[in-house]
T-cell receptor, first 113, second 115 residues
């Protein structure tokens, strides 16, 4: 079973601080990694994708990937109350050539004003 | 920007009844997916569909579930005899190319409540 693990939280961060979210995955062959944000009762919304080792920055968001350690992280700088949501780590897993997203349980993030 | 749409947004049904959840994928997309999320749990893959047939299905997708693309625009998920544990949010997604070549975007979801 190909798994994606996240700390479920809740993670509380003061407004303006850096929020750090972590994810590990079990399938060493995975090549594509995503962070989604999900507000309560809503569908997942893509924030970042990352495919290569290292950092990828997009505005206040930085995704980090370390394939050797099977580890993906998301940093949110200058956290805002609107960043309060559940953050889902997702990995493309392949089964006999068929691809799907496998999700972690999500980390609930609360930004404290 | 084109979006995946889903109807209804909410559905309440009695246990044992059939439900059909509808999705309109983005118009030039070829790969279609259903996921579900039980309240408080993770998003789980149900089924993928390409070239008018199922590509892959999870162990959740048993004989009570079926998918169809009846008219070239809609993509439906049918649950023949609903159970209490089918209560969940159901999300449709689509892509024009395989997932490894393109990002997957989700529809807004249908919240299904089985009583």
């Amino acid at each position: 079973q190909k798994e994606v693990e996240q700390n479920s939280g809740p993670l509380s961060v003061p407004e303006g601080a850096i929020a750090s979210l972590n994810c590990t995955y079990s399938d060493r062959g995975s090549q594509s990694f995503f962070w989604y944000r999900q507000y309560s009762g809503k569908s997942p919304e893509l924030i970042m994708s990352i495919y290569s080792n290292g950092d990828k920055e997009d505005g206040r968001f930085t995704a980090q990937l370390n394939k050797a350690s099977q580890y993906v992280s998301l940093l949110i700088r200058d956290s805002q109350p609107s960043d309060s949501a559940t953050y889902l780590c997702a990995v493309i897993t392949v089964n006999f050539g068929n691809e799907k997203l496998t999700f972690g349980t999500g980390t609930r993030l609360t930004i404290i004003p | 920007e084109p979006e995946v749409t889903q109807t209804p947004s909410h559905q309440v049904t009695q246990m044992g009844q059939e439900v059909i959840l509808r999705c309109v994928p983005i118009s030039n997309h070829l790969y279609f997916y259903w996921y579900r999320q039980i309240l408080g749990q993770k998003v789980e893959f149900l089924v993928s569909f390409y070239n008018n047939e199922i590509s892959e299905k999870s162990e959740i997708f048993d004989d009570q579930f079926s998918v169809e693309r009846p008219d070239g625009s809609n993509f439906t998920l049918k649950i023949r005899s609903t159970k209490l544990e089918d209560s969940a949010m159901y999300f449709c997604a689509s892509t024009r190319r395989p997932l490894t070549q393109e990002t997957q975007y989700f529809g807004p979801g249908t919240r299904l409540l089985v009583l």
